[in-house]
């Protein structure tokens, strides 16, 4: 097959609250997602509305303007940066003549691509066959062949056909994958059993802030790490040994904004080890410009799994790609961008509203030897 890659624009609503930088921002995160799954675009539509519209998501003059560039563009995707509804898909896509993505569709595609383990594989197809089950209603003359690829129901993994989309038949798949994980579950629990008295310490935080990277640091492992979004699915356990006190950690599947609820669902089980742990580690990649706004997701996202009142430290990660822009209330000539000195981030606002936490570049190995120190205190304690 020819090796041609796919392109989309991307699309979003501004809320009367939100600012236009801010969704501007979300976009640029919408577009890493297609670009991790393969698909590239850097051309954004937004519109202020107070809510989407229920028949097109976008106005009738915005979908104008959105089909026009893909027409004449050739695009072949269109991603919204929301779930929309199977009629607004099917609307969208009758109105411009490109496959339509939402955000949701496209997170568990990737998904699909990333489950390497039979668990995994398992869980992505579990949450795949929930977000299908919803969109099954008036399908039965939308679809007149098989249908596989991305987006909707063009998803990698249970990919079907007409016949198999029978309501019936994708909730009997529904009970048989969520039994065959309950025994996998079982199979887990009865192993976190097994593991002793050790104390636990799990990572967490938003997609690729650098978890992998510093579990590979603390405990000599060899966890993949990449620079995409959700390049860990599987939870992974390591034995850490910190001046002769043993400890468990465990490094876990990234938060991100406007997670999917039948993701969070079907992987229950790999975000026990965070309910279980002794201690959580918030990694923060502080280089992102919303980084702050990424923690408060990832606080939400614990209180949604019922994760509360552990013990948490935060691990301020990439300060080597740190940079602000000096302010000068006497001039107006623009500054060069400056990074903070390891003791700058340690005096600085974030240190003062967020302990305990380190300021760390995984990447260059700055500041480690203080975390394995923290770390071991807080174990022992």
């Known amino acids: 097959m020819e090796n041609k890659t796919e392109r989309a624009v991307f699309a979003a609503i501004m809320l009367q609250q939100q600012k236009e930088s801010q969704v501007r921002e979300y976009l640029e995160e919408l577009k890493f997602l297609a670009e991790t799954d393969g698909i590239e675009g850097n051309k954004f539509f937004t519109q202020r509305l ?5 028949r097109t998501y976008v106005g009738p003059g915005k979908l104008q303007e959105i089909k026009d560039y893909v027409q004449q563009k050739e695009v072949e995707y269109i991603i919204f940066d929301d ?11 009758k109105e411009t003549g490109a496959k339509v993505i939402d955000r949701t569709g496209l997170i568990l595609d990737i998904f699909a691509q990333r489950a390497k383990t039979a668990y995994a594989k398992t869980q992505v197809e579990l949450a795949q066959y929930q977000y299908l089950l919803p ?5 039965w003359t939308h679809l007149e062949r098989q249908r596989g690829g991305k987006g909707g129901l063009n998803m990698r993994g249970p990919g079907e056909s007409q016949l198999e989309t ?7 798949k529904i009970k048989r ?13 009865s192993q976190r059993g ?3 008295s050790m104390k636990r310490v799990a990572l967490v935080g938003y997609t690729n802030v650098g978890k992998s990277t510093i579990m590979n640091l603390l405990s000599k492992s060899d966890v993949f790490a990449e620079n995409k979004l959700f390049a860990t699915l599987d939870t992974t356990v390591r034995k850490v040994v910190i001046d002769t006190t043993p400890f468990l950690l465990s490094d876990t599947v990234g938060f991100i904004r406007k997670l999917p609820t039948q993701l969070v669902e079907s992987f229950k089980s790999t975000l026990d080890e965070v309910r279980e742990a002794d201690i959580l580690v918030h990694v923060v990649d502080i280089s992102h410009p919303n980084f702050e706004e990424q923690i408060t997701v990832v606080n939400n996202t614990l209180k949604d799994i019922g994760v509360k009142d552990k013990p948490c430290y935060m691990v301020f990660n990439k300060i080597d790609q740190y940079t602000y822009e000096p302010y000068d209330d006497f001039s107006l000539e623009a500054k060069s961008e400056k990074n903070y000195t390891l003791e700058e981030f340690e005096h600085s606002w974030m240190s003062k509203e967020n302990t305990p936490c380190i300021f760390i570049s995984a990447k260059d190995k700055i500041n480690i ?6 770390l071991l205190r ?3 304690q």
């Open 83 to 93: 779930e929309l509804s199977p009629s607004q898909m099917r609307n969208i896509e």
């Open 378 to 380: 807080m174990v022992k």
């Open 135 to 139: 969109r099954l209603t008036g399908m």
């Open 177 to 189: 994958l969520k039994q065959q994980l309950s025994k996998i579950d079982r199979q887990m629990e």
């Open 166 to 172: 029978d309501r019936r038949i994708v909730l009997d």
């Open 194 to 196: 097994n593991r002793g």
């Open 369 to 374: 030897e203080k975390l394995r120190q923290d």
């Open 50 to 54: 107070e809510r989407a519209n229920s």
